[in-house]
């Protein structure tokens, strides 16, 4: 090689090098903590040595089809026969104590409710298992403070979740959780402080969850290590008042050509099915539908994916590729004062207790679907086992197309049928906008979908995944 070709391709090389780094400075990657199931907090909120939670081991994540998932996607979230996974009543008594008032204030502030609504707040929260890997924004408490940072909680870590399925508290260790609010395609993740990087972990199969639209009155789990074993959980209750459902029970994929994505999804919720796409954000709502993989007819296990293909010229590519869809923000409010005043919307006063209501059998989840009836239970819906077709098990799942009036708080949540879909929007839609006002009370059926979380690495040697 001559002299010259030599630096002429240097000179190449030089500026590609250049290029990819000014690519790089507008969406840099973010930096997120692994923590793996049964892995103790550095400076956690509560003693984990007290016994508030227990992860489940040996818990696989889940392949998801679309990293950004609802929180009432079918599958989304697991349970066990071991009923108590999460502690509430400890955990409220630890928050309440005078002695523990700066933690309870820290606490407070990043839900964004006042102390003395703790205990109306936990009542609305609901243990399950992680069946995803799952993307989340975690707190330490570190001088009086809570320290948000981006963490990845691995598949069999029990959380509670709230009214809508978004993650609120890490049980092992009381530290309050919100939504993670980076870009789930562009994140490294760091393996440090005796979090090992775990067996079955994939970059490509982490999740972030987003507010369901309506409040749920239940939520439909999938046994962890049962898939076919469905788990029919009242909201606000930890386990006592469970019944179960077959999970396996095949599910008819409805006709979807022609709906709009939103739609679409809904009845695939109705269906116990989730809705899967390509890309890391899913298509505007008012994108038309015009595939569905597997077909309509096609017959698959509870929480199992479906992919929807959307028409080019509604703002999204073909083949599930999206263009530029308005992906609602999961970010929390503003930290309310520590002084006296209101709740924070999305966490309407308490309509029930843990020990109130009755549990009823899951209704049936075909309503409006072709070919043999489901069963799955009225919120959200447990992921199946494998079922038959091309969709793999996940848990993604499209957000319903939302009311562009402010939702009411009045009404308790209810677990009856989905409302009729709304007429089709104007293309392209971005109803997937976020939500500003109170989620409507009433309950959506669950979806699939897996979590994720994120945080800042910490000092010390680690491993880096990085995208």
Not at 204 to 227: Q, T
Not at 393 to 399: D, E, K, L
Request: with cysteine.
């Amino acid at each position: 090689m001559t002299l010259r070709a030599f630096m002429h391709r240097i000179a190449v090389l030089t500026v590609f090098a250049v290029l990819l780094s000014g690519c790089g400075k507008g969406n840099p990657l973010t930096v997120v903590k692994a923590v793996a199931a049964g892995a103790p907090s550095l400076a956690p909120f509560f003693d984990e040595d007290s016994g508030l939670g227990k992860d489940a081991g040996a818990v696989r994540s889940q392949p998801v089809r679309g990293s950004l998932q609802q929180g009432d996607t079918p599958g989304l979230y697991g349970g066990s026969k071991q009923p108590t996974i999460c502690d509430v009543a400890a955990l409220e008594r630890f928050l309440t104590d005078p002695g523990n008032h700066d933690k309870a204030q820290a606490w407070a502030d990043v839900l964004n409710i006042r102390t003395d609504r703790i205990p109306e707040y936990l009542d609305r929260l609901t243990p399950v298992l992680l069946r995803h890997d799952t993307l989340v924004q975690n707190h330490d408490y570190k001088k009086g403070k809570a320290v948000p940072y981006n963490s990845l909680l691995q598949a069999g870590i029990a959380i509670l979740v709230d009214e809508q399925g978004l993650p609120a508290v890490k049980c092992s260790c009381g530290n309050p959780l919100r939504p993670f609010k980076g870009d789930t395609g562009r994140i490294s993740v760091r393996f440090e402080d005796g979090n090992k990087k775990w067996a079955g972990y994939e970059r490509k199969s982490v999740v972030a969850v987003r507010p369901a639209p309506r409040k749920l009155a239940r939520i439909a789990l999938l046994d962890v290590h049962e898939p076919a074993r469905g788990i029919d959980r009242p909201v606000g209750t930890t386990g006592e008042r469970d019944a179960a459902f077959d999970a396996g029970k095949p599910r008819v994929v409805p006709e979807l050509a022609g709906t709009t994505f939103a739609q679409a999804g809904r009845e695939l919720i109705d269906a116990g099915l989730a809705a899967g796409y390509a890309g890391q954000e899913p298509p505007p709502d008012g994108a038309r539908v015009t595939v569905t993989d597997p077909p309509a007819g096609s017959e698959l296990a509870f929480g199992q994916y479906v992919m929807l293909t959307v028409a080019e010229g509604d703002g999204s590519a073909s083949g599930g590729e999206t263009g530029p869809a308005t992906v609602p923000t999961t970010a929390p409010p503003p930290p309310h004062p520590s002084g006296p005043g209101t709740p924070p919307s999305g966490t309407p006063p308490s309509s029930g207790s843990r020990s109130g209501g009755t549990s009823s059998a899951p209704p049936s989840s075909s309503r409006g679907t072709p070919g043999p009836s489901s069963t799955p239970p009225p919120s959200s819906t447990a992921p199946g086992s494998a079922s038959p077709g091309s969709a793999s098990p996940g848990s993604a799942s499209p957000a319903p197309k939302k009311s562009s009036s402010p939702p009411s708080t009045s009404a308790p949540a209810s677990s009856s049928a989905p409302p009729p879909p709304s007429p089709p929007p104007p293309p392209p839609a971005t109803s997937s906008a976020p939500m500003t006002g109170e989620p409507p009370t009433v309950t959506s059926r669950p979806a699939t979908s897996e979590p994720a979380s994120s945080e800042p690495a910490s000092g010390g040697p680690s491993t880096t995944v990085a995208t």
